[in-house]
């Protein structure tokens, strides 16, 4: 049974495809899966593996929109392997692979995001407006731990800012030594703490890079070993954080770890209303109709941008919420979650 080469050439195929447009060419691959599924039928018919990666073929095509009638790609050849420890061996740091080849379907995927005042969108899609002052845990689980420090918007004001992020990537056997990543208001690095771009000199080291997308402002990480990618930006006087993590690295974490606002949201105690209330340093009107031209649907990104400028009275919010709006988009596994209203 050759379920497992199947696996890894849809696998390869699809790796570089992201974000809704993805359409016609992961239609082609699905379609070069299925017809790789269906030339090993006759070996696999007692494989799990292979009965699970048919069943998932047919749900993604659903989920996709794809005919079964279309283009299919040739096989891409296969490297040989460097090694005589097979498949798990070679892709141990590339967390989408090893999982598709274990489970024989792609791993599921959540998001979370903290911008602005802060507002914490979840990974369970709720939102929450925070009050939150001092150090707080984004994550805390095996693999990351991410911590907002937060401090007043403006003299006086209840509403609070992230003004410093820190990202500590945990040692993993094979793939990365510990790398921590710090950024703070008008110091937003292309580096780790150590002054390295990647997960250092282990086998793995690759699978953990940093990427400037705009310098100062916008950085991305991603961690192939994990399946996790990171963009934090900086707009006006705020930092945002932004991850699209796989199902089970979110989850790998202890009843000890409790805190942790991807996770829960919020403590009640140091939730807040988005209604401007009393006089803000921006009539609402107005900030209303500068948030419109960023964030044309009137969703919990937009109430935030309004919520902001209001309060702020700093236009550059509007940034923050359309950039956060943007990872969302980029990150969201589930276009329909993309808009929260509330």
């Known amino acids: 049974c050759k379920i497992l080469r199947c696996n890894s050439e849809y696998v390869a195929a699809t790796l570089h495809l992201r ?13 070069s899966y299925s017809l790789c599924t269906r030339r090993t039928a006759r070996t696999c018919r007692g494989d799990l593996a292979f009965h699970s990666a048919v069943h998932g073929i047919e749900d993604l095509m659903i989920q996709n929109n794809c005919s079964k009638e279309g283009p299919t790609a040739p096989p891409r050849p296969r490297p040989p392997a460097p ?25 599921g995927f959540q998001h979370c995001a903290a911008f602005g005042d802060p507002h914490i969108r979840t990974f369970h899609n709720d939102f929450h407006t925070c009050r939150v002052e001092g150090s707080w845990p984004l994550l805390d689980n095996d693999y990351l731990f991410v911590q907002a420090t937060s401090s007043p918007v403006a003299k006086g004001s ?41 997960g250092g000199m282990r086998p793995g080291g690759s699978s953990l890079v940093i990427r400037e997308r705009s310098p100062g402002r916008h950085v991305e990480i991603r961690a192939s ?47 807040m209303s988005r209604s401007p209330r009393g006089r803000g340093r921006v009539p609402a009107d107005t900030a209303r109709a500068l948030c419109r031209e960023m964030l044309p649907v009137e969703d919990v990104y937009f109430q935030s941008c309004v919520f902001d400028v209001v309060t702020s009275g700093d236009t550059n919010f509007t940034m923050a919420a359309h950039g956060a709006l943007e990872d969302a988009r980029l990150f969201l596994p589930d276009a329909e979650k993309l808009h929260i209203f509330q």
């Open 19 to 31: 974000g809704p447009n993805r359409g016609s060419a992961f239609c082609t691959a699905l379609r």
């Open 83 to 107: 090694n005589p420890h097979g498949f798990e061996a070679l892709d141990i740091c590339d967390y989408e692979r090893s999982f598709l080849y274990k489970h024989g379907r792609p791993p």
């Open 158 to 198: 209840n509403a609070t800012v992230t003004s410093k992020l820190t990202i500590i990537f945990k040692n993993m056997k094979e793939c990365i030594d510990q790398k921590v990543y710090q950024a703070e208001l008008d110091n937003v690095p292309a580096a780790f703490q150590d002054g390295s771009v990647n």
């Open 225 to 271: 070993y994990i399946g996790t990618t990171i963009a934090v930006r900086q707009a006006g006087r705020q930092l945002s954080f932004s991850i699209r993590a796989a199902e089970e690295v979110a989850r790998a974490f202890s009843e000890e770890q409790d805190l942790q606002l991807c996770v829960g949201g919020c403590p009640h105690s140091q939730r």
